[in-house]
């Protein structure tokens, strides 16, 4: 069946340093890649997203690269502050079945310390 | 808009009680999902709905899990009896129909506890 596997699972780094998240996807038809940030207590909030007829997508210090070739898609996180904090989930939709269902990965904890 | 509203935002219970957890979907929206979160399993989708109608309940655990949607502004969620293995983060979200933007919107979550 469809899946998405994302790497690493915990993810320490140093305030002002990058980071970067990893996710691979097995259905070759998925065409949109949508990244969550969910903080303690709340619900995942979307922060970015990519389709498959982009590569790349910027926005302020968080960037998405997507190589459909290789079936995989990655979080990058620029100058991180400790509010970048979260556990980050990634997604991926539009497959084969087309229904609207998102696929998410097992999510990364990201811990920014100051 | 308001967001995805869920309510109650917390509830805890005994075993054996029935439970139900409710959730008003963003104004306009076609699709709506109900998640399960914990620490070992993860965000697990339980089930979805398009224009009222329940699409995939594959993710459903068992009988004691069901789900409406009567209207297209408000979705149940009824665990009965529940059981203190049920006890974990439920999420609804809401989005655009497919060809608009798949975009997933969650609400704020029910924290059940199943004592």
């Known amino acids: 069946g469809e899946n998405v596997e994302q790497h690493p699972s915990t993810l320490s780094v140093q305030e002002g340093d990058s980071a970067v998240i990893k996710c691979t996807y097995s259905?070759?038809?998925?065409?949109?890649f949508p990244w969550y940030k969910q903080e303690l207590g709340k619900g995942p909030q979307l922060i970015i997203d990519?389709?498959?007829?982009?590569g790349e997508k910027k926005d302020q210090r968080i960037a998405v690269t997507l190589n459909k070739t290789a079936k995989h898609f990655s979080l990058h996180i620029t100058e991180t502050q400790p509010e970048d904090s979260a556990v980050y989930f990634c997604?991926?939709?539009?497959?084969?079945?087309?229904?609207?269902?998102?696929?998410f990965g097992q999510g990364t904890t990201l811990q920014v310390k100051p | 808009d308001a967001g995805v509203i869920q309510s109650p935002r917390h509830e805890v219970t005994e075993m054996g009680q029935e439970v139900t957890l409710r959730c008003k979907p963003i104004s306009g929206h076609d699709y709506l999902f109900w998640y399960r979160q914990t620490m070992m399993r993860g965000l697990e989708l339980l089930i979805y709905?398009?224009?009222?109608?329940?699409?995939?309940d594959s993710g459903m655990p068992e009988d004691r899990f069901s789900a409406k949607m009567p209207n297209a502004s408000f979705s149940t969620l009824k665990i009965q009896p529940s059981e203190p293995r049920d006890s974990a983060v439920y999420f609804c979200?809401?989005?655009?129909?497919?060809?608009?933007?798949?975009?997933?919107?969650f609400g704020p979550g029910t924290r059940l506890l199943v004592l």
């Open positions: 979200a809401s989005s655009l129909r497919v060809g608009v933007g798949e975009t997933q919107y």
């Open positions: 990519i389709r498959s007829n982009v």
């Open positions: 259905d070759s038809a998925s065409n949109y």
């Open positions: 997604a991926a939709g539009g497959g084969s079945s087309n229904t609207g269902k998102l696929i």
């Open positions: 709905f398009n224009n009222n109608v329940p699409i995939d």
